[in-house]
């Protein structure tokens, strides 16, 4: 009988620990997940990565994967497969399964979406609190995501904000799509209402990762306006992208050279705006191509969001803002675009006082200079000014007359315009109350139809020869 030296025993026993700690970082856990699609419990299965990538708060990057759902399944992988990559690529993969219930599909679906970013945001998803709240995706059998895709580099001369930042970031994008995909689909893209902004720490005494990438900070945006529409995307045969918002500070702050503090609060800039919105659809049609999407592009926006997915619709053609970013000489033209409570054309923003726009009124002219004298410049900073004919991209607008009474007066002023140039467009009025984004069944149904019907390939009538 032969025996181990105790040398090779320890290596042994080194060997067979460090195989369970591999073993261990790759575990999984499962359990009962209440349902409100399917008005009971299903169940979930949470996988971590061997090599999980946190955010900057040291949180796990985490995708929630809806499997076994009541739709045709467009990319050809297995799940196996796609859970797998995911995994290797650093996410907790959370696997809800539908078990194919009836009402695992579009419109029912979105309450779902709706109830997990709920649940991520206020940190008791399937029993976990350390999900990233700003890098977190719910995805549908089938898709993937390219994350942290660049579009543009930032200028910090723009905004000036903070005074240490002098090197421009580079903008991002996510892109989540069918992986080899039976069909080309087309992509609905959306620049967030949540700003991503470089950040000066004065303990540190250095420039901190703390608030870029924050397109999905689910507090200002999809749980905080209970937004499922595009995380419903997949379900009615599109894939998806969010972008950075295209004013890189906070909301509320930013400043000409030499200008007072705060003169941007509340509002962007061009040409700085439109650039990157363009540089942004660019890159999109560029990668879609690769990943086998449509060339199809439409835009997606709700408030801030909206005031910059406009700056796409318009057909004027500016070379100073077509020839800046990447991609140049690819097309930037979407085909048509969903609008929701935004600013159009600061032009407007003195027909009413006191009706919500005021940080515009008192702060525009501290840049531009007043409206009387320099009203071109002006007309220059609005989506309305590059809506030239009838080839701007067909339009949805959606509102609450109880919102703000500008974001009414926007809509209308720049759906007129549309409709004397015989643009093609529709509204969705009073879907809820206040600044909110549409989330009925009814509603939703009424904005993915109106995508499904300009971006879809139109069918062949098989009587004609």
Known sequence: MKYLSISSSRKHISILFFSLLATLNLWAACGKWTSKVTGGTIEY???ESKNPIKDFNGNYLTVVYLKNLAIKKIGRNSIK????????EGYRVIELNYSKNRNAKALKINEDIIAINDSI??????????????????????????RDVSYFIDDPK????????????????????????????????SFSYSNSYANYDKDKGMLTDAFKDQRLNLAYSFAGFNDSFLEGAPANGMAWAIADHPKYCPWGKGK?????????????????????????IRTLRVLGKQMGLSDKIGIFGFSRGSTAGSMAIGDKKVESLENTGFHIGISDDVQAAALGP???????IYNTTDDGDKNLELRCPWVWGSLEENRKLWESMGSSYLVETKATAPTLFFYNTDDDAYYEDQIIHLKKKLDQLAVP?????????GHAIPQTAKDLNTLYSFFKNYLN?????????
């Open 45 to 47: 299965k949470t996988t």
């Open 81 to 88: 497969k796609d859970v797998n990559w995911l995994l290797a």
């Open 121 to 146: 945001a206020a940190g008791s998803f399937c029993g976990l609190k350390n999900c990233s709240q700003y890098k977190s995706y719910v995805l549908f059998e089938g898709y993937r995501i390219a």
């Open 158 to 189: 723009v905004y000036n904000t903070p005074e240490q930042y002098i090197v421009g970031d580079s903008l991002h994008m996510d892109i989540i799509y069918p992986a080899n995909a039976k069909v080309k689909v087309p992509t609905i893209l």
């Open 256 to 280: 000409p050279v030499n200008g007072a503090n705060d003169t941007y609060k509340s509002f962007q800039t061009n040409p700085d705006a439109a650039q990157k919105v363009k540089s942004a």
């Open 342 to 348: 935004g600013v159009f054309d600061y032009t407007l």
């Open 425 to 433: 467009t529709t509204s969705l009025i009073n879907y809820g109350k």
């Open 457 to 465: 390939p139109p069918k062949l009538d098989k009587t004609k020869k």
